[in-house]
């Protein structure tokens, strides 16, 4: 089992019913990292250029035919950062910053031969977001990224030229210490071994299938 298998305890993540007072314990200091602000962008960008390196099979037959490009990490690198006080909105700034996005690229080559390869796509933001007061502890940015192509053609010696999606999230965070209420510790259940139910979905079928 697991906190939402079968598992019934007061002690476990879950929706609250009832009084939510009740069960309290304790205030808790937990170290995390605060959101001060955040906002999403998402677009489509055409004939981004990628120059592919690292290619396995290292010894492709050209010319290659692009599959697809997906980025493989979850946050992206964020280079040239210029945060600019906009003096007239209170706490707001002008948030300016390149972002850096590993990818993944797979393709073919003249012999049909299927190969990986890895590239990166910098998209450049410049955004509007709130930023916390003065204050000793610093404030970070940060960008949530994801990006996804299928379509894409071979334009130069390992150069793709691309279309793809891209999602950006952009947050401005900081480390710090927050007192919460808390119910006290989780009580964590057993596992529950999956090779138990590995025939119950065949069992459930019917002999022939219906018309």
Do not use: H, W
């Not at 019934?8 to 009740?22: E, R």
């Not at 890895?118 to 916390?132: E, F």
Request: charged share 15%.
């Amino acid at each position: 089992m697991s906190f939402f298998c079968n598992f019934q305890s007061d002690k476990c993540p879950g929706p609250i019913t009832g009084n939510p007072l009740n069960g309290l314990c304790e205030k808790v200091c937990l170290q995390a990292k605060k959101v001060f602000d955040a906002c999403m962008q998402q677009t489509q960008l055409t004939d981004i250029v990628l120059n592919i390196t690292n290619l396995t099979p290292s010894n492709p037959t050209y010319p290659l035919t692009f599959i697809s490009a997906k980025s493989t990490v979850s946050e992206g690198t964020i280079s040239n950062l210029i945060i600019e006080p906009i003096p007239e909105r209170e706490r707001a700034a002008r948030v300016k910053a390149d972002i850096i996005i590993p990818v993944s690229v797979a393709y073919t080559d003249a012999n049909g031969v299927e190969g990986v390869a890895t590239s990166t796509v910098t998209v450049t933001k410049d955004v509007i977001l709130n930023i916390p007061s003065a204050s000793i502890m610093p404030y970070t940015v940060e960008a949530v990224v994801s990006l996804v192509s299928t379509q894409g053609a071979y334009t130069g010696v390992n150069q793709f030229t691309i279309d793809c999606c891209v999602s950006i999230i952009m947050k401005v965070v900081m480390e710090v210490e927050l007192l919460i209420p808390s119910y006290g510790y989780t009580a964590i259940p057993p596992c529950q071994d999956y090779t138990q139910e590995v025939c119950a979905g065949f069992f459930e079928l019917p002999v022939y299938p219906e018309r």
